[in-house]
Nanobody, 128 residues
Framework: QVQLVESGGGLVQAGGSLRLSCAAS????????MAWFRQPPGLEREFVGA????????YYGDSVKGRFTISQDNIKNTVYLQMNSLKPEDTAVYYC?????????????????????WGQGTQVTVSS
């Protein structure tokens, strides 16, 4: 089993930045891809970004391209989401996800059903 724990959420003004972290423990050496999804209030969970456990490739959702950056640290078993130029519409619960499959194409990694490990989520609120 793998456990994922997110941290780094909070309240920030529009235009500000936050960095989320997701630490993996347990059988983390079996992981092949990690991702961030988010769920705004009353809406479906949507894809934010994904990265292969070894660093590349990485993909982003259209709404965050150019503003968010996903990265990983294999030594710390941690994936990060650097969020810049935040907007009120970025307000959501952000979830970390991971899988053990070797496929790393955009369609597969942007689909929430491709992940079987999930964190508990961390709230990000962007005020206008």
């Amino acid at each position: 089993q793998v456990q994922l724990v997110e941290s780094g959420g909070g309240l920030v003004q529009a235009g500000g930045s936050l960095r989320l972290s997701c630490a993996a423990s347990g059988r983390s050496n079996s992981l092949r891809n990690m991702a961030w999804f988010r769920q705004p209030p009353g809406l479906e969970r949507e894809f934010v970004g994904a990265i292969n456990w070894y660093g590349d490739p990485r993909y982003y959702g259209d709404s965050v391209k150019g503003r968010f950056t996903i990265s990983q640290d294999n030594i710390k078993n941690t994936v990060y989401l650097q969020m810049n130029s935040l907007k009120p519409e970025d307000t959501a619960v952000y979830y970390c996800a991971a899988n053990e499959q070797n496929w790393s194409d955009y369609y597969f990694l942007s689909t929430k059903e491709s992940y079987h490990y999930w964190g508990q989520g961390t709230q990000v609120t962007v005020s206008s």
